[in-house]
C-alpha cells in the first residue's frame, strides 16, 4: 500500500497537480503536524485520530497554513484554505490537495515543502527578541497604560536583576482605536519616554490593531477616501472584536495600507518607537458579506496585514496565514493561567515550526489572563515559576506579570537564575536564528524531527533546540521527577551527568531546576 500510494504522490509532484481525490489514507503507524499552531496539543494526528477544522474559518486565535506534514516523509500542500477531518484512520479534505511524497521522514518533507512553498527569506527578527527576555505591560497596567508607571515598570526590572530587552506597551496607550497618537492625560512626552527607555537598554514597541473607531477623523478620512472593509460600497462594515464595534483598516486597497505605514512611520520619527504589537487580524473578523478593493478570501486579508509587518523589522504577531519563512516574531494565542496551558505551550511552539514559523514566542509567562494577577485572585507560584522554565530555553521569552509583585524571595530568586540561564545560551540561541532564517527549519524541534522512526513522535513534553540542546521543563503541579528520553550518543545534563544514548531517564525536578542536556 505505501509503495503504491508512494508511486502516486511522486508522479503528483512532478506535475504539481492536485490529486483528484480528497480521501488520503494514513499509513499504518504514521503520524502528521501542521494546520493550525493552536491545535498542536492534539497533534501529532495519527490513523487514531478524531479531529475536525476548516481553515478558512477559525485559527483558533492564532498563525495557520495550508499545509501538513508527515513523519512517513510525506506532505499535503493547497495554496487556499480547505476544511480538514480524520476519522477511522483517513484524512479528508473539503477540496483536492496536492498530496507529495517527498523523503523518508519529517525533516525531509518539511524541508522539500519550505523550499517549494514558503521559502526562508534569510532573515531573522532583530537579535534582542531572542538575545534576553522580552516584557509586555498588559498584565500590569491592563487598560491604564501611562509613561510614569511604564517607566517604573522598567526600572523595576533592572532593580530585581533582569536584564533589558524588547518592552512592549499594551493596549490604551493611544488615544482612540486608529488614533495612533498618545494619549495625553496620560503620556505627558512620550518622546522623553522612549529616550529614557532606550538609555536603560530597552527597545520600544506599541500595541496595533488594524481597527478603526467610528467617531474619529480617521475614519471619515478612510470612509470618503477609501481604507476600510465596506458593507456596500462606500458604506463601511461594523465589525465586533473584544473591545467593541469598529470599522476595519482594507490590506487589500492601497489607500488604507498607505495610511496605515504613514502613521506608524511617525510614531517611530517623532517618538523613537522601535516597532509594532501587531494585534487583531484574525480570520473571523474578515469573513461575512464584505465589500474590499480587491476581491479575495478573508484569509488573504489575513496574509496581507501579517505581511505589512515586514516593514517594521520589531515586530509581533498573534493571528496569521501562510507567512512561513518570513523574520516575523509569531506568538502564540493569549494561554490562561492554567497547568494544561503550561504543557500545550510545547506542543502549540513545536506545531508553530512546523508550519514554517521558527521565530515564535510562547506568550506571556504564567499566561496574558490578567484576571489571575489581580489582588485575592487565585494564582500559583509554582505554575509561573513552570512557564518560566518552559520559555527559558525556547525561541523567545517574555514576562508580563512581574515577578517582583507575584513571588516571594525564593520564587524571585529561582527567576533570577532561570533568566540567568537563558543568557547563558543566547549567543548560541542568537547563530540557531540566523542558521533557520536561511534553512527554514524550526529552533524548536519536535524530537521526531531531528531523530527520526526512534518511537518519538508523540514525545511532548519535551523539546529540541537545534540538533543539540534537548529542554525537559517540569509541566505537572507538585512533580518531584520526571521521565526523559535522551537519543543516540552522550549527553551532559544540566547537572553534570554524562548519559550515552539511546536511554530514557527519570530525573529529579525540584522547583529550581530546569533539566536541559547538551550534545557532546
Same mark, same amino acid.
Given at each position: 500500500m505505501k509503495l503504491r500510494f508512494g508511486i502516486i504522490c511522486a508522479i503528483?509532484?512532478?506535475?504539481?497537480a492536485a490529486l483528484d481525490a480528497a480521501d488520503i489514507p494514513l499509513l499504518p503507524g504514521e503520524h502528521w503536524w501542521g494546520g493550525k499552531a493552536a491545535d498542536g496539543v492534539e497533534m501529532p494526528f495519527s490513523e487514531k485520530s478524531a479531529y475536525d477544522a476548516d481553515f478558512s474559518v477559525h485559527h483558533g486565535y492564532n498563525h495557520a497554513a495550508p499545509f501538513l506534514v508527515s513523519d512517513m516523509g510525506r506532505y499535503i500542500w493547497r495554496?487556499?484554505?480547505?476544511?480538514?477531518?480524520?476519522?477511522?484512520?483517513?484524512?479528508r479534505t473539503s477540496r483536492p490537495v496536492v498530496v507529495v511524497d517527498a523523503g523518508r521522514n519529517l525533516r525531509e518533507a518539511f524541508l522539500a515543502a519550505s523550499k517549494r512553498h514558503f521559502p526562508p527569506s534569510g532573515k531573522m527578527p532583530p537579535v534582542e527578541f531572542i538575545a534576553a527576555p522580552q516584557y509586555n505591560t498588559w498584565i500590569e497596567l491592563q487598560y491604564n497604560q501611562n509613561q510614569d508607571d511604564i517607566l517604573k515598570y522598567a526600572r523595576d526590572i533592572l532593580a530585581n536583576g533582569l536584564p533589558p530587552g524588547v518592552l512592549m506597551i499594551d493596549d490604551t496607550w493611544q488615544a482612540g482605536y486608529g488614533d495612533w497618537r498618545f494619549e495625553v492625560s496620560r503620556f505627558h512626552d512620550p518622546a522623553a519616554m522612549c529616550r529614557e527607555?532606550?538609555?536603560m537598554g530597552f527597545k520600544v514597541m506599541l500595541w496595533i490593531v488594524p481597527f478603526v473607531s467610528m467617531d474619529s477623523p480617521a475614519y471619515r478620512r478612510l470612509r470618503d477616501e477609501g481604507g476600510l472593509v465596506e458593507r456596500t460600497k462606500g458604506d463601511p462594515a461594523v465589525v465586533g472584536w473584544w473591545n467593541g464595534k469598529s470599522a476595519l483598516l482594507d490590506f487589500s486597497?492601497?489607500?488604507?495600507?498607505?495610511?496605515?505605514r504613514n502613521v506608524l512611520a511617525r510614531l517611530q520619527l517623532d517618538y523613537g518607537v522601535d516597532g509594532f504589537k501587531f494585534d487583531g487580524g484574525d480570520i473571523a473578523i474578515y469573513r461575512g458579506e464584505r465589500h474590499i478593493h480587491t476581491p479575495m478570501p478573508p484569509e488573504e486579508q489575513m496574509r496581507l496585514y501579517s505581511a505589512f509587518g515586514l516593514e517594521f523589522p520589531y515586530n509581533e504577531y498573534r493571528a496569521s496565514w501562510k507567512t512561513?519563512?518570513?523574520?516575523?516574531?509569531?506568538?502564540?494565542?493569549?494561554?490562561?493561567?492554567?497547568?494544561s496551558e503550561v504543557a &500545550?505551550?510545547?506542543?502549540?511552539?513545536?506545531?508553530?515550526?512546523l508550519i514554517g514559523h521558527p521565530f515564535v514566542c510562547p506568550d506571556m509567562i504564567g499566561g496574558g489572563d490578567y484576571v489571575a494577577s489581580l489582588p485575592?485572585?487565585?494564582?500559583?507560584?509554582?505554575?509561573?515559576?513552570r512557564s518560566a522554565q518552559v520559555h527559558a530555553l525556547a525561541p523567545m521569552m517574555q514576562f508580563s506579570a512581574s515577578p517582583w509583585r507575584v513571588l516571594d524571595e525564593a520564587g524571585r530568586r529561582i527567576i533570577r537564575?532561570?533568566?540567568?540561564? &537563558?543568557?547563558?545560551?543566547?549567543?548560541w540561541f542568537v547563530e540557531l536564528a540566523e542558521t533557520c532564517a536561511k534553512t527554514g527549519e524550526p529552533m524548536l524541534r519536535a524530537m521526531e524531527y531531528n531523530w527520526p522512526h526512534l518511537g518519538l513522535a508523540k514525545v511532548k513534553d519535551q523539546f529540541a533546540m537545534g540538533d543539540s540542546l534537548i529542554v525537559a521543563p517540569q509541566i505537572a503541579k507538585g512533580a518531584k521527577t520526571r521521565t526523559v528520553a535522551l537519543p543516540s550518543g552522550k549527553w551532559r545534563g544540566d547537572d553534570g551527568a554524562v548519559i550515552v544514548g539511546p536511554a530514557t531517564i527519570t530525573v529529579n525536578t525540584p522547583l529550581d531546576r530546569l533539566p536541559h542536556f547538551v550534545k557532546e
Open positions: 503528483v509532484s512532478v506535475l504539481g495554496e487556499d484554505a480547505f476544511a480538514l477531518s480524520i476519522t477511522s484512520g483517513v484524512m527607555l532606550h538609555g486597497h492601497p489607500n488604507g495600507v498607505k495610511w496605515f512561513g519563512g518570513q523574520p516575523l516574531v509569531q506568538r502564540l494565542c493569549d494561554k490562561f493561567h492554567a497547568w &500545550r505551550c510545547i506542543a502549540d511552539m513545536t506545531a508553530a515550526g485575592d485572585s487565585p494564582f500559583d507560584q509554582e505554575l509561573f515559576i537564575e532561570t533568566v540567568a540561564l &537563558r543568557q547563558k545560551f543566547a549567543p
